[in-house]
């Protein structure tokens, strides 16, 4: 499997209502699209409540392959094409999934939280794997029915552990943890499978 995602900070005047209008407009195109396990349209409005407050309206979508040839036809299709011809070309940004688990359909979340985490030259990988894989048992049997999945994902380029949970209602979770790079939360605008 593999994680991808990419995203665009818009103008801070930008009216994100046409993000929304092209998701619901084109977010079930790529249901059924090969090797794509989803597709998650997330997007964030600059000072949404909702979320915390982000700093900037973004358009971010976040993907889950089977394999790099899903990946890779879908780079090469002409839906993607489209969207460079929009937005510009983006870095896309990937990574190995340690762990994928879900208790509930993923068409219940609402909202993804996406942690990036920087891996010490200190820290043995193997450690790091089975902590991430203890953790996300954990995570998904606690009482928390918010929660609906986790993925967690490995940078080896740049040595960043990801954090991706999905969920039905934003959340503050009273147990995050320190020494978290980056912290966004999302709404997931549609799901494609």
Known sequence: MIVMQYSFTLPANY?????????????HKLNGFPQL???????????????????ENQYAPFYLWENDEGMISFLANQGYHQLEQ?????????GIPIT??????????????KEIIPISRDSKIADIIEQEKSSDIHTLTGTDNKLV????????????LTRWT????????TKEITGVLSRDWFHIGYLAQ
Do not use: H
């Not at 009216?15 to 977010?27: P, Q, Y």
């Not at 396990?37 to 700093?55: A, C, Q, V």
């Open 15 to 27: 009216d994100m209502e046409t993000i929304r209008n092209r998701i619901t407009e084109n977010g």
């Open 37 to 55: 396990i989803f597709k998650g349209y997330l997007y964030s409005i600059r000072n949404d409540n909702e979320l915390d407050s982000p700093k």
């Open 166 to 173: 999905f969920w039905t209602s934003q959340t503050v979770d």
């Open 100 to 113: 994928y688990s879900k208790k509930a359909s993923l068409k219940t979340a609402k909202y993804l939280k």
């Open 149 to 160: 999945a986790s993925i967690s994902s490995l940078n080896p380029e740049q040595w960043l």
């Open 86 to 94: 929009d937005f510009g070309r983006p870095k896309i940004c990937y």
